[in-house]
């Protein structure tokens, strides 16, 4: 009978040692920490007065201290005490060496971010350890995060566009765990662009951004012509996105494919006017009663100097199989000048038929 009686009664004690203090609440502002506003506590003392002091430590989601902080004492009577960072004062209080402390330290203000808040109240000279009290909390302020341009919706010329984005912070106020991440996927047919970011496979995307500005990688998946692309930063807090910009699209314009311009007669002079080449090709015929079955012909430069065809084998330039020059009956013929890798000006074609007549065509490449 004595054991079981003696270990009630240390029982007893122990749960009555255990629970002598106690934080019934803390108010603390999520803005901005400084010596008088974060810690506000209610604390009850269920044994007679006790001398403590309290400690508060504030951790981003990395697990980087913010602040830390060691009250000076003060007493607990017993019942309901208010305890105030501003009327206890602090013997000690430092700021952390993260970019969000720094940021706090410079600016007055925490960053955007998810952190924890812990108080411990600790009495003095007596056995027990006092109660801690933690919490998480996501930063008060407002972390401004928007796309800038391509513009939604915008049409582009070009296959490399960059990409620009902006938000109101350092980069420096990122946590460990904390990054920033751009998202490029192609919009399928009766998607919307919201769809497409989280629906469909990135053609492009890059972690760990430290500039607004990127652009577009050429070793990425090409952009093509006609069709539609969305786009997004997304801040990342351990692999979770904690923040996002809107979803914007962007298109790239539809190659216009003009038709072929048929078909140039040929001259037996040159004169003012000019023939100009599509898609790469001319399309001209003679004006003659009867259909040549040899054709000899010549590209010349501005300065009168022959352009030859880089068809990987030396041919005589003339209507064959293997030749640029394509015959399509009735004196009408259709020449290739993507061989001759033409830039931008004047040349000249010159044709001999069967009897040696030549024919002259002055032709523009655009």
């Known amino acids: 009978m004595f054991k079981p009686a003696l270990t009630a009664f240390l029982l007893v004690l122990c749960l009555y040692g255990s629970t002598q203090v106690s934080i019934n609440s803390a108010n603390y502002n999520t803005v901005s920490f400084n010596e008088t506003n974060c810690l506000q506590a209610i604390v009850s003392n269920s044994a007679s007065s006790v001398m403590a002091y309290a400690t508060v430590t504030v951790k981003n989601s990395g697990g980087e201290i913010i602040i830390e902080g060691k009250t000076r004492s003060f007493t607990l009577n017993p019942g309901i005490n208010t305890v105030s960072g501003a009327t206890v004062g602090f013997s000690a209080f430092t700021y952390g060496n993260s970019g969000k402390a720094l940021y706090l330290k410079n600016n007055g203000l925490l960053s955007a971010g998810n952190y924890s808040y812990c108080l411990h109240i600790i009495p003095v000279g007596t056995e027990t350890d006092g109660d801690v009290y933690c919490e998480d909390f996501e930063a ?4 401004f995060l928007t796309l800038v341009t391509p513009y939604d919706k915008e049409e582009l010329d070009t296959k490399l566009p960059v990409l620009t ?17 751009i998202v490029v996927a192609e919009i399928k047919k009766d998607q919307s662009a919201e769809q497409a970011i989280f629906s469909n496979p990135a053609i492009f995307s890059k972690n760990f951004l ?9 070793d990425a998946a090409a952009l093509e012509d006609g069709k539609h692309y969305a786009w997004q930063v997304q801040k990342i807090a351990n692999n979770i996105i904690v923040n996002k910009t809107d979803v914007w699209e962007f298109s790239l314009k539809k190659k216009q494919v003009k038709p072929d311009n048929k078909y140039a007669v040929m001259k037996q002079h040159y004169d003012a006017s000019y023939y100009t080449a599509v898609n790469e090709h001319i399309f001209f015929q003679f004006d003659e009663p009867y259909h040549g079955s040899e054709l000899n012909f010549t590209v010349y430069n501005s300065k009168r100097k022959e352009v030859k065809a880089d068809l990987h084998n030396e041919r005589k330039n003339s209507v ?10 009735n004196n009408k013929y259709e020449l290739d000048l993507s061989a001759y890798n033409l830039k931008s000006g004047y040349y000249f074609l010159e044709v001999l038929d069967e009897k040696n007549r030549k024919s002259v065509l002055k032709f523009f490449v655009e």
């Open 140 to 143: 008060g302020t407002e972390d």
């Open 210 to 218: 430290i500039t607004h500005t990127i652009p577009y990688p050429m």
């Open 165 to 181: 984005w902006s938000h109101s912070e350092p980069f420096n106020t990122l946590a460990k765990n904390e990054f920033y991440k």
């Open 320 to 329: 064959g199989a293997d030749s640029p020059l394509k015959d399509h009956g």
